[in-house]
Nanobody, 115 residues
């Protein structure tokens, strides 16, 4: 049974940082592309960042230069380092495998940015 478990969310002041983790079980991530998505209240889920199995990354314009996606295949985990957080980054963050969002999802972790 494949499971993705996100962690690391919380309440942070604007300008602060958080690091999200997504630990996979039941599947090895080393040959998969993974993605981070987010969904703010009243909005559609949107793609934030992706990382391919060879480590190539891509970001939404809104987070480019502030967020960094990475992976540790030995730990079967993907990360999202979020710096310079803004109020508009408040959302539930989900990891997805594959990155297209057509397969497995985690349960999400809440990120709240306060002023």
């Amino acid at each position: 049974q494949v499971q993705l478990v996100e962690s690391g969310g919380g309440l942070v002041q604007a300008g602060g940082s958080l690091r999200l983790s997504c630990a996979a079980s039941g599947i090895f991530i080393d040959r998969n592309n993974l993605g981070w998505y987010r969904q703010a209240p009243g909005k559609q889920r949107e793609l934030v960042a992706t990382i391919t199995w060879i480590g190539s990354t891509n970001y939404a314009d809104s987070v480019q230069g502030r967020f960094t996606i990475s992976r540790d295949n030995a730990k079967n985990t993907v990360y999202l380092q979020m710096n310079s957080l803004k109020l508009e980054d408040t959302a539930v963050y989900y990891c997805a495998l594959p990155a297209s969002g057509t397969g497995y999802w985690g349960q999400g972790t809440q990120v709240t940015v306060s002023s």
